[in-house]
T-cell receptor, first 114, second 111 residues
Framework: GDSVTQMEGPVTLSEEAFLTINCTYT??????LFWYVQYPGEGLQLLLK?????DKGSNKGFEATYRKETTSFHLEKGSVQVSDSAVYFC?????????????FGKGTHLIIQP | DVKVTQSSRYLVKRTGEKVFLECVQD?????MFWYRQDPGLGLRLIYF???????EKGDIPEGYSVSREKKERFSLILESASTNQTSMYLC??????????FGSGTRLTVV
């Protein structure tokens, strides 16, 4: 079945550091890929997405590129802020128009220190 | 602002009780989902629904059931709550793959 693997953390960085959170996946077909973010006490929010190979999703300074050859979708940000502290989830949807739900990784807890 | 609203943020129930978790969305979405979130396990799909009165089992449906009598409302039912169902429950809705909206979650404790 489908699966998503991501580094679990916690990942602790200083403000303005470069961020990479690795995500790899296993899926049949041609999945769409997502990063969601969960701030403390809240539900998940869509951060960015990519629907086909070589697409780059971007939002709020975060970027991720859909790499079919390495089955990866790593999240990057050039300069993190304290407000980026949250849990980040990589997810995939294996077609089906979204009706079948998303498969999530276990989440990466990111802590940014001033 | 579009919303998915879960009726309770925190809930404490006793073992053996029947528990209802309610979720309402105002976006006219066809698809609705219930996930549970546990440390070290991430999010796991319990049940989903792609239409009124339709339901499909997710990855971990045991001990749960659902009801979708109206398009905007999707209820998760714990028939006889057990301590291993203590968790954060997240409801989501979508029209397609690209527009999942999550509620704020219900943290359920079964004692």
């Amino acid at each position: 079945g489908d699966s998503v693997t991501q580094m679990e953390g916690p990942v602790t960085l200083s403000e303005e550091a470069f961020l990479t959170i690795n995500c790899t996946y296993t899926a049949t077909g041609y999945p769409s890929l997502f990063w969601y973010v969960q701030y403390p006490g809240e539900g998940l929010q869509l951060l960015l997405k990519a629907t086909k190979a070589d697409d780059k999703g971007s939002n709020k300074g975060f970027e991720a590129t859909y790499r079919k050859e390495t089955t990866s979708f790593h999240l990057e940000k050039g300069s993190v802020q304290v407000s980026d502290s949250a849990v980040y989830f990589c997810a995939l949807s294996d077609g089906g128009g979204g009706a079948d739900g998303l498969t999530f990784g276990k989440g990466t807890h990111l802590i940014i220190q001033p | 602002d579009v919303k998915v609203t879960q009726s309770s943020r925190y809930l404490v129930k006793r073992t053996g009780e029947k528990v209802f978790l309610e979720c309402v969305q105002d976006m006219d979405h066809e698809n609705m989902f219930w996930y549970r979130q546990d440390p070290g396990l991430g999010l796991r799909l319990i049940y989903f629904s792609y239409d009124v009165k339709m339901k499909e089992k997710g990855d971990i449906p045991e001990g749960y059931s659902v009801s979708r009598e109206k398009k905007e409302r999707f209820s998760l039912i714990l028939e006889s709550a057990s301590t291993n169902q203590t968790s954060m429950y997240l409801c989501a809705s979508s029209r397609d793959t690209y527009g999942y909206t999550f509620g704020s979650g219900t943290r359920l404790t079964v004692v």
